[in-house]
């Protein structure tokens, strides 16, 4: 199966939709949260999360958003309420079988406190190898990571919506996971937001 994963979208749906045709075919879709900004809710990209059928988790963002917090961001009528209410009923975390393979998926760290940032490379992720899975998708970072801990794939799709990975010039990303060989392909692409026109020729 070809697993694809986005996550920290941050309600950029032209950045989502961009990954979604690079992606294709894909025959999941899980998002690692942050979907939305913690001030601003975007109809747009909850509706094509719900439309996909995407896996879906809560990040900080949307715990904030979704909270006393947020209550004058979701107020504006322009949002969505039935959206709204789809989100909340998200969890922070899921695990789940994908082609008999064990997932867990959470927004940042899969260990307490779930909220820290773990980077590429720290050696906190030598743990993942204790795990009770066979691969766990993560987000939180901005930063891609595709790393094996014993028999326990890590993977970070980089982010959908907000680049801050200095690895790849700062672009925006999304990760297709094959189930069958096990490998991970990431695409790096433009912000769609930020593309100038060409300059007459």
């Known amino acids: 199966m070809r697993v694809g994963i986005v996550s920290d979208i941050h ?49 900080n963002h949307e715990e904030t958003i979704l909270s006393q917090d947020g209550q004058r961001a979701l107020s504006n009528p322009a949002v969505d309420q039935d959206l709204v209410t789809w989100m909340r009923q998200k969890p922070y975390r899921i695990e789940t079988v994908v082609d008999g393979k064990k997932v867990i998926m959470t927004h940042g760290s899969p260990w307490e406190p779930w909220k820290d940032y773990h980077y590429p490379h720290e050696k906190v992720w030598s743990k993942a190898a204790e795990l009770d899975c066979d691969a766990i998708i993560v987000g939180h970072t901005h930063f891609k990571m595709a790393e ?38 990431f695409y790096d692409y433009p912000d769609p937001n930020r593309l100038q026109a060409a300059p007459p020729g």
Not at 17 to 36: N, Y
Not at 171 to 184: I, K, M, R
């Open 11 to 59: 309600c950029n749906i032209a950045g989502l939709r961009r990954a979604l045709e690079l992606m294709d075919p894909i025959d999941q879709l899980f998002c690692a949260g942050d979907s939305v900004f913690q001030f601003r809710w975007s109809n747009e990209v909850v509706q094509l999360l719900r439309e996909t059928g995407a896996h879906v988790v809560l990040g």
């Open 148 to 185: 094996r801990y014993g028999n326990v794939l890590v993977i970070n799709p980089g982010s959908t919506g907000d680049g801050r990975d200095h690895r790849n010039e700062f672009q925006l990303s999304c990760a297709v996971w094959d189930t069958t060989s096990g490998e991970v392909a």
